[in-house]
C-alpha cells in the first residue's frame, strides 16, 4: 500500500487534485465518490488538518462542508479567524464508511495502514504551503504527525513543534491540536463545553498568528 506512484513528480495543488482521483494506494478508493484534497489560499497563515471527507465532503469534493464542517466555520468565526485566513484539509483523501444510517453513509475512521498510505498526498500539499500555524482537528490528524500515542486530551491546547520528519518548504513555527469538530456534534449534554474548548483553542491560534 502507499500512494507514492500517483503523485505528480513536479506537483502544484491543481496537479495534485486531479492526480488524486487516479489513486489506487489502498482500496477506500474504491467506495468513495472522489478524493477530496485541500480546499483555501495556499499563501494561508493557518492550515488546519482534519481526518478525512465525510459523506457530504465525499460528494461535493471539498473539505469540511457538512455538519462538522458548519461547527468549524462557526468556531473560526468565534475565535475571530475569517475563512480567508485558513486551508483546510484532511491525512486521508478518501472516504472511508460502512453501512447506511437513512441516507447517509456511516463514517468509519481510517486506520493507520490508511494514514500511511496516504501520507504522499499531505506531504506533496503541505510542501506547496508555508503557514506559520498548523491546527490539528482531533486525534488521527495528531497520530498522523506525531505517531500512535498521541493523545488529544493530553496535548491540546499547547504549542507543539513541527515534527523533523516531515519535510516541508518552510517549517511551521508552531502546531496546536484541539478536538475534531464532530467530537462536539457527538456530545450530546456537554456539547456547548466541546464546542466552548474548541473555540477557546482557535483563540489560542489566533493569538499566536497575531
Ligand atoms: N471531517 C473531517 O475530518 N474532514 C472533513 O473534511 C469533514 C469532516
Ligand atoms: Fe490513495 Fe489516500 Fe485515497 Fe488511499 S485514501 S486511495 S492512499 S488517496
Not at 485558513?86 to 453501512?99: A, D, E, L, P
Not at 493523545?151 to 520528519?165: M, N, S, T, Y
Request: glycine share 10%; proline share 8%.
Amino acid at each position: 500500500m502507499g500512494a507514492e506512484e500517483w503523485v505528480p513528480e513536479r506537483p502544484t495543488l491543481p496537479r495534485l487534485r486531479a492526480a488524486v482521483q487516479e489513486c489506487r494506494g489502498c482500496e477506500l478508493y474504491r467506495d468513495a465518490t472522489q478524493g477530496v484534497m485541500g480546499d483555501g489560499d495556499p499563501e494561508a497563515e493557518l492550515v488546519l488538518l482534519g481526518e478525512q471527507p465525510g459523506d457530504q465532503e465525499d460528494q461535493a469534493g471539498e473539505p469540511f462542508v457538512g455538519p462538522a464542517g458548519r461547527v468549524l466555520d462557526d468556531a473560526l468565526a468565534d475565535a475571530g479567524i475569517g475563512p480567508e485566513r485558513v486551508y483546510t484539509t484532511n491525512v486521508v483523501k478518501h472516504f472511508r464508511w460502512s453501512g447506511m444510517r437513512g441516507k447517509r453513509r456511516i463514517h468509519q475512521s481510517p486506520k493507520q495502514a490508511h494514514v500511511a498510505a496516504c501520507r504522499p498526498w499531505l506531504d506533496a500539499e503541505l510542501r506547496m504551503l508555508r503557514p506559520r500555524g498548523v491546527v490539528l482537528l482531533g486525534g488521527t490528524a495528531g497520530k498522523a504527525l506525531y505517531g500512535p500515542s498521541f493523545k488529544v486530551g493530553e496535548a491540546r491546547g499547547r504549542q507543539l513543534a513541527w515534527p523533523e520528519d516531515r519535510p516541508v518548504a518552510v517549517p511551521p513555527r508552531w502546531v496546536l491540536a484541539t478536538t475534531h469538530p464532530s467530537a462536539v456534534l457527538r456530545a450530546r449534554d456537554e456539547r456547548q463545553a466541546a464546542y466552548d474548548a474548541l473555540v477557546a483553542d482557535l483563540r489560542t491560534a489566533a493569538e499566536l498568528l497575531g
